[in-house]
């Protein structure tokens, strides 16, 4: 079955420096892949989507990769801010129908002043 | 647009009682769907519909566990009876276009004592 992982272990980045942070997905080769930010209390809000035949999206201060071969996404956010401090997912359609989403567990990321 | 409404927000209630859950999804979309998340188990697709027909219920964990949408604009998720293992946050989604965005409400915080 089609498996996602994020990074489990919280991701602390200093201001100003670039956060990385990687999904990568196993037993499937999705055709687009979308990563979300969630703040505590609130639903995941969607932020970026990369199709199979894009390499690269950005969104202002917001790039994603699309690694096949590898199959794996990294998602960069660039001169980071305390307000970036969210959790993050990524998440895949699913290999059944392209209208099912498959999220993975997402990545806290903290950015200390 | 008001974007994906749930109600109640909160939803405390003892075991065995009867629990609604509501979602008025945003309008044109054609997708909705109900999700779970649980800090064991992260965000969990329970059930989603297209154009108001029930497509993939494969998440719902129970025979206790029904999801109706009448109509294009309204859906109930529905415990009966419900049961202490069923707190979580429970977020209703909307999507509309061909790669299916999500637009999360802003999700119910059930609690079974």
């Known amino acids: 079955s089609q498996k996602i992982e994020q990074n489990s272990e919280a991701l602390n980045i200093q201001e100003g420096k670039t956060a990385t942070l990687t999904c990568n997905y196993t037993?499937?080769?999705?055709?687009?892949l979308q990563w979300y930010r969630q703040d505590p209390g609130r639903g995941p809000v969607f932020l970026l989507l990369i199709r199979e035949n894009e390499k690269e999206k950005r969104k202002e201060r917001l790039k994603v990769t699309f690694d096949t071969t590898l199959k794996q996404s990294l998602f960069h956010i660039t001169a980071s801010q305390p307000a970036d401090s969210a959790t993050y997912l990524c998440?895949?359609?699913?290999?059944?129908?392209?209208?099912?989403?498959?999220f993975g567990s997402g990545t806290r990321l903290s950015i200390r002043p | 647009d008001a974007g994906v409404i749930q109600s109640p927000r909160h939803e405390v209630t003892e075991m065995g009682q009867e629990v609604t859950l509501r979602c008025k999804p945003i309008?044109?979309?054609?997708?909705l769907f109900w999700y779970r998340q649980t800090m064991m188990r992260g965000l969990e697709l329970l059930i989603y519909?297209?154009?108001?027909?029930?497509?993939?219920d494969s998440g719902m964990p129970e025979d206790r566990f029904s999801a109706k949408m009448p109509n294009a604009s309204f859906s109930t998720l529905k415990i009966q009876p419900s049961e202490p293992r069923d707190s979580a946050v429970y977020f209703c989604?909307?999507?509309?276009?061909?790669?299916?965005?999500?637009?999360f409400g802003p999700g119910t915080r059930l609690t079974v004592l």
């Open positions: 989604a909307s999507g509309g276009t061909v790669y299916n965005e999500q637009f």
């Open positions: 309008s044109g979309h054609n997708s």
């Open positions: 998440a895949l359609d699913g290999d059944s129908s392209a209208s099912k989403i498959i």
């Open positions: 037993n499937y080769s999705p055709a687009y």
């Open positions: 519909f297209n154009n108001n027909v029930p497509i993939d």
